[in-house]
């Protein structure tokens, strides 16, 4: 089922994907959840490393799967018109997972580096951000990919531990009109937040909105973990309202876990005239709900989009 909801204000379009399809009879304890969650993720990079970045991403994308090229778009396409005889090397590490109360749901991030060849060094570097959710079948496969290039790290990553926020108590899958609910809840509230950004900027939007542990990232820049560094990190104006080029004009999607615990919201947003002034960008958020059932952003990206040329 999708919802979709009439533009509001700010421009807001807001689709509702439905999380709560294909359930399986029993969910695992979220702990083990997240540790198979992590190996899913090392297990794809493996992939990556011996067969190569194409049949990675077919093997372990789900078929729905969304990827950032800067902006949002099918994935599999996106691989399935590869080079299978592509010799780059694309391999990462997760640093950071966490996964719903339901156990379905869960997203990793870390850094990756790539080569132009197997025995090259590497050339390229830089972080990024896998959203995960079980299939039918109860495996593991990519929901949403994306990231951020960056410069060379100080030393190699070297992650023994994963870190990971406390896991949550088990938690059962709310019933179907009760998810549908707090989807359509939830999406209202992200709203809300585009809002404040459009009136005061990001950096005092996420004030408000974001978890004292909130991860962001932007091309060029190593991540900033913690709200101190994500304002430092931040330009005061981000996302701010441009008085010339009127409020800007955003559509995402929105998706939850099953015992609406985890969101996450991602889409475009425009600001400015349409032509050669006109600015795009394309963001990820992960929102995860507090004790006192309020959804804060726990991880923000967003990347340039370039103008597409002109017919």
Not at 162 to 173: D, G, K, L, M, R
């Amino acid at each position: 089922m999708r919802t979709v909801f009439p533009a509001v204000a700010f421009m807001v379009a807001v689709l509702i994907i439905a999380t709560g399809i294909g359930r399986t009879a029993a969910q695992p304890e979220p702990q083990n959840a997240l540790t198979s969650l992590i190996e899913a993720e090392r297990a794809f990079s493996k992939t990556s490393e011996d067969k190569g970045i194409r049949e990675a991403f077919l093997t372990w994308l789900a078929p729905d799967a969304i990827v950032f090229r800067p902006g949002p778009v099918e994935g599999r396409p996106v691989y399935e018109k590869m080079d299978p005889a592509n010799p780059a090397v694309l391999t990462w590490e997760p640093e950071f997972a966490e996964i719903a109360a339901s156990g379905e749901i869960g997203y990793t991030t870390g850094p990756y580096e790539i080569r132009p060849s197997r025995d090259a060094g590497p050339a390229g570097f830089g972080h990024y951000i896998s959203i995960w959710k079980k299939q039918p079948d109860g495996a593991w496969r990519v929901l949403l990919d994306t990231g951020v290039q960056h410069g060379r790290p100080m030393a190699p990553a070297g992650i023994k531990t994963v870190a990971s926020p406390a896991v949550q108590a088990p938690a059962e899958p709310l019933p179907p009109e009760a998810l549908r609910d707090v989807e359509y809840a939830f999406g209202l509230y992200a709203g809300s937040f585009d809002k404040a950004v459009a009136t005061k900027g990001l950096a005092k939007g996420l004030s408000g909105f974001a978890t004292e542990d909130v991860r962001v990232y932007r091309p060029g820049q190593f991540p900033a973990v913690g709200l101190a560094a994500a304002k430092r990190l931040v330009p005061a104006n981000e996302g701010k309202a441009d008085r010339k080029g009127g409020a800007p004009k955003i559509s995402y999607q929105v998706g939850i876990s099953w015992a609406g615990d985890l969101a996450y919201t991602y889409g475009t947003a425009r600001s400015g005239k349409p032509g050669a002034s006109e600015e795009s960008i394309a963001f990820l958020r992960i929102w995860r709900r507090d004790a006192a059932g309020v959804y804060k952003i726990c991880l923000d990206i967003r990347l340039p989009v370039p103008p597409e040329p002109a017919k």
